[in-house]
């Protein structure tokens, strides 16, 4: 749960500095650039002297090169995606390349597998956000002053690469880390009282869903569909071309259906028992889960990894279907509200939804895996629906449409209400817990660091060796 302030004497400004550069590389390697015509104009190169630079070789880390202009190019990518490049200096942008580089150096030499066609897909991805900001691709091609479409995709097809490795090398050194009850106890213990992190107010909120029944004659339509696409595809079509313009998936289906996964990917069971079945080059047939019915391609097998594309669609609700379900859920209002029942036990036994059924409908929020949603940062839907209702309150059936377009309804109740408070171990320690293995997590990317740095080849040159980096690339 994100805090207003906190303030630990343990975390020195050496770690605080790596985990900036941590958060700041993931930023760079997960988020999509939003360009606007007015940063179309290249950034200025800062200047870190008078006189004129030319570019070449400012640094060498294991098989990789960082030119002059690479920094220049760093500066372009924060302004293009909006942020502030005022208060960062050419050493800073240079530590943070030589962070990067010294990633996925490693990463190769930990035979950290990355492969083209996922490259690929993320390029693809890419390119059409950024066609979509701007217009063309050849505005795009423009913005990054490439002579041809081709250069500009070889150019960013190398720079996708290297982020992803950089970001699965970061993924595989705090997987690593785990932390015990009893380091999570020493660390609230550490922190002084006066320097207690602040937890703003928030709530727990329960919720009793009813979908409609979709008859069978229009699953039907679904799985023939399907399986006409599976025999197109056969017969030569392309299956992430059809994903592209039929999957109902918004993950993947602007990247052709794209999937990486292994036995421990947090998908579906039943998506997984089908994937894991398969033989490379198989599609499946037709399947259902709870978001709808699909078909899986896969395309390689790597070990315990697979790579797969898979197409998503959903049936139709009659209009007859949706007045069956608001009726059903309006009866089960009356229930709570006439004290016949409680919310949380009309949740177990009525509620279609499996994930929260069992625990009396309350919500699980997914960006903490902790019951309770901060006020600040509820998803602004979710808190539209729950900031006008009382305690114990029941607001009327609501119809809800979610991002594959599958229809229901739901009653939403407040479970509980937490005010704004300053840490409290028995009460906070999900969000203590997580804090604690933050900064074990930030300890062992600096550990990680001192070692690497010291068995890698590594060369500063010019006037950067006088940078006061954070770590020690100079080796001084």
Request: proline fraction near 3%.
């Amino acid at each position: 749960m994100p805090l207003k302030k906190i303030q630990m004497k343990s975390v020195n400004n050496r770690i605080a500095l790596i985990f900036f550069l941590l958060l700041f590389s993931s930023t760079i390697a997960s988020s999509q650039e939003i360009i606007k015509d007015s940063v179309i104009a290249p950034v200025k190169k800062t200047q870190t002297s008078q006189r004129q630079k030319i570019d070449g070789i400012v640094a060498t880390v294991g098989d990789y090169i960082i030119l002059d202009s690479d920094i220049d190019k760093s500066y372009l990518e924060i302004s293009s995606q909006g942020g502030s490049i005022k208060d960062i200096t050419r050493c800073q942008m240079l530590g943070k390349l030589l962070e990067d580089k010294l990633y996925a150096h490693q990463a190769i030499q930990d035979s950290i597998k990355v492969t083209d066609s996922e490259v690929k897909g993320m390029l693809e991805d890419r390119v059409s956000y950024m066609v979509g900001q701007i217009g063309s691709i050849e505005k795009v091609v423009n913005y990054y002053n490439k002579s041809s479409e081709e250069e500009f995709r070889s150019y960013f097809f190398d720079i996708l690469k290297e982020q992803k490795l950089t970001s699965e090398m970061q993924k595989k050194i705090i997987g690593e880390v785990e932390i015990t009850p009893e380091e999570v106890r020493n660390f609230f213990k550490t922190i002084p009282k006066d320097e207690l992190p602040l937890f703003g107010a928030e709530m727990e909120v329960a919720q009793i869903v009813v979908t409609p029944k979709v008859s069978d004659e229009e699953k039907q339509k679904v799985i023939d569909k399907l399986n006409q696409f599976k025999k197109e595809i056969q017969e030569g079509s392309s299956f992430a071309t059809k994903a592209v313009l039929y999957s109902k998936d918004p993950g993947s289906s602007s990247n052709g259906g794209y999937y990486k996964m292994n036995r421990k990917t947090p998908f579906v069971k039943e998506f997984k028992d089908v994937a894991f079945s398969l033989q490379e080059g198989e599609i499946s047939a037709p399947f259902e889960t709870d978001f709808g019915f699909h078909i899986i391609y896969v395309e390689k097998i790597r070990g315990q990894e697979i790579e797969l594309r898979h197409i998503l669609l959903t049936s139709s609700v009659t209009e007859d279907a949706l007045n069956e379900a608001k009726e059903k859920i309006t009866l089960i209002r009356n229930k709570i509200v006439n004290k016949e029942i409680t919310f949380a036990n009309a949740a177990r036994t009525e509620s279609d939804q499996k994930e929260t059924r069992a625990n009396g409908g309350v919500l699980i929020n997914p960006k903490t895996q902790d019951t309770r949603f901060e006020l600040t940062k509820m998803d602004p839907s979710l808190y539209g629906q729950v900031s006008n209702l009382k305690d114990d309150a029941i607001s009327q059936p609501i119809l809800d449409t979610d991002e594959n377009g599958k229809k229901s309804f739901k009653l939403i109740t407040v479970a509980n209400r937490i005010n704004e408070h300053t840490a409290d171990y028995a009460t906070d320690y999900i969000k203590i817990k997580e804090l604690a293995l933050k900064e074990k997590q930030i300890k062992a990317i600096g550990k990680w660091f001192d070692e690497k740095i010291k068995e890698t080849y590594i060369k500063i040159l010019g006037e950067y060796r006088e940078c006061d980096f954070t770590n020690n690339w100079v080796k001084k």
